[in-house]
T-cell receptor, first 114, second 114 residues
Framework: AQSVTQLDSQVPVFEEAPVELRCNYS??????LFWYVQYPNQGLQLLLK??????LVESINGFEAEFNKSQTSFHLRKPSVHISDTAEYFCAVSDQGGSEKLVFGKGTKLTVNP | NAGVTQTPKFRVLKTGQSMTLLCAQD?????MYWYRQDPGMGLRLIHYSVGEGTTAKGEVPDGYNVSRLKKQNFLLGLESAAPSQTSVYFC?????????????FGQGTRLTVV
């Protein structure tokens, strides 16, 4: 069975600072990896995903994540954050065998301060 | 294109009352999920379905039942509500299987049991 660990429950940063949100997973099979974002009082939206190929994946709003198989990690980074990036971020995993389940981490609340 | 629609958006129940949450998707997805979100707990899978007429238990199924009589609808029932079921409930859907590349979420149902 898969599991996801998000190492930080809250990350406060100042605007224009870099940020890294950490995610580690465990699985006995090859996986798909996802980052979802949840803005206040909204549902979750897909931010980016790793399916195969290049281990570095990017989103349209400047976030990127790198799949590291040896360290079983999929950390999310952004070189310069904006106030509007304030949200909760969830890492998720499903296995490439077509598992029915999408398993989420407990989330990291990113707060960007002026 | 409505995506995933949850009904109702808010509800207050008294302990012991029953209710049904409705999830509808118009993307012809095979897989549908019900999650609950609680502070500090992330999203926990309650039940899921891999196709019309099928359901399976997730991580926290006790106190809930589900039905998938039509491919586009996934119902979550609470037969006898308890205060511990106070939560925000999210429905999601995806293609599943080898195409399980993204889950689409509804806007959530905020349920309070008093």
């Amino acid at each position: 069975a898969q599991s996801v660990t998000q190492l930080d429950s809250q990350v406060p940063v100042f605007e224009e600072a870099p940020v890294e949100l950490r995610c580690n997973y465990s699985s006995s099979v090859s996986v798909y990896l996802f980052w979802y974002v949840q803005y206040p009082n909204q549902g979750l939206q897909l931010l980016l995903k790793y399916l195969s190929g290049s281990t570095l994946v990017e989103s349209i709003n400047g976030f990127e994540a790198e799949f590291n198989k040896s360290q079983t990690s999929f950390h999310l980074r952004k070189p310069s954050v904006h106030i509007s990036d304030t949200a909760e971020y969830f890492c998720a995993v499903s296995d490439q065998g077509g598992s029915e389940k999408l398993v989420f981490g407990k989330g990291t609340k990113l707060t960007v301060n002026p | 294109n409505a995506g995933v629609t949850q009904t109702p958006k808010f509800r207050v129940l008294k302990t012991g009352q029953s209710m049904t949450l409705l999830c509808a998707q118009d993307m012809n997805h095979e897989y549908m999920y019900w999650y609950r979100q609680d502070p500090g707990m992330g999203l926990r899978l309650i039940h899921y379905s891999v196709g019309e007429g099928t359901t399976a238990k997730g991580e926290v199924p006790d106190g809930y039942n589900v039905s998938r009589l039509k491919k586009q609808n996934f119902l979550l029932g609470l037969e006898s509500a308890a205060p511990s079921q106070t939560s925000v409930y999210f429905c999601a859907s995806s293609y599943g299987g080898s195409q399980n590349t993204e889950a689409f979420f509804g806007q959530g149902t905020r349920l309070t049991v008093v």
